[in-house]
């Protein structure tokens, strides 16, 4: 049964860190992988999608990376700003129509 | 991205009560739907997947004759909550699949359901 953890569970930095979210998973078999977004009270954001051939994706000022053999992912956030401030979590999917396993979760608070 | 919409997003209910929850996909044909519930501080967790026209598949630990799911047209599912009680407060999410490249998976805005 595939099993992901998010590394660290919250994160506090002052704006304009460069940060790092890691995700793992324990099956390397993987169809792809997704980060979302989730503010409070909110649904999901589709932030990045990478396949299970690609190594990274990225969008604007993320970055996600991809190491299936080793089951880990890095979401990467340059320059953070306030509304960064969200829930990140990551998502693995097992088979092209099989369901996404989530983890936890990093909530990160980025302060002005 | 896919455009997802749930109704209603908010819904306070006596104990007891009956809840029908909605989720559309505005500019795809969903196959499979997804429904999700997420306490607080939690993650996502799977309830159950029905694919058009289908009788939903529902995860270990939930039941099937509470949480009804009709899935009868490729833009609409419904989750329906029957006889709620306190502890079915949760946020209810769907993720309807299908006909988008590269199984990129969307979310619907999600609907917060509390019951008294």
């Known amino acids: 049964k595939q099993e992901v953890t998010q590394i660290p569970a919250a994160l506090s930095v002052p704006e304009g860190e460069n940060l790092v979210l890691n995700c793992s998973f324990t099956d390397s078999a993987i169809y792809n992988l997704q980060w979302f977004r989730q503010d409070p009270g909110k649904g999901l954001t589709s932030l990045l999608l990478i396949q299970s051939s690609q190594r990274e994706q990225t969008s604007g000022r993320l970055n996600a990376s991809l190491d299936k053999s080793s089951g880990r992912s890095t979401l990467y956030i340059a320059a953070s700003q306030p509304g960064d401030s969200a829930t990140y979590l990551c998502?693995?999917?097992?088979?092209?129509?099989?369901?996404?396993?989530f983890g936890k979760g990093t909530m990160l608070l980025v302060s002005p | 991205g896919a455009v997802v919409s749930q109704h209603p997003s908010r819904v306070i209910c006596k104990s007891g009560t009956s809840v029908k929850i909605e989720c559309r996909s505005l500019?795809?044909?969903?196959?499979?739907m997804f429904w999700y519930r997420q306490f607080p501080k939690q993650s996502l967790m799977l309830m159950a997947t029905s694919n058009e026209g289908s009788k939903a598949t529902y995860e270990q630990g939930v039941e099937k004759d509470k949480f009804l799911i009709n899935h009868a047209s490729l833009t609409l599912s419904t989750l329906t909550v029957t006889s709620a009680h306190p502890e079915d407060s949760s946020f209810y999410i769907c993720s309807p699949l299908g006909g988008v490249a590269d199984n990129e998976q969307f979310f619907g805005p999600g609907t917060r359901l509390t019951v008294l």
């Open positions: 998502a693995v999917r097992n088979s092209g129509y099989s369901t996404l396993t």
């Open positions: 500019d795809f044909q969903a196959t499979t």
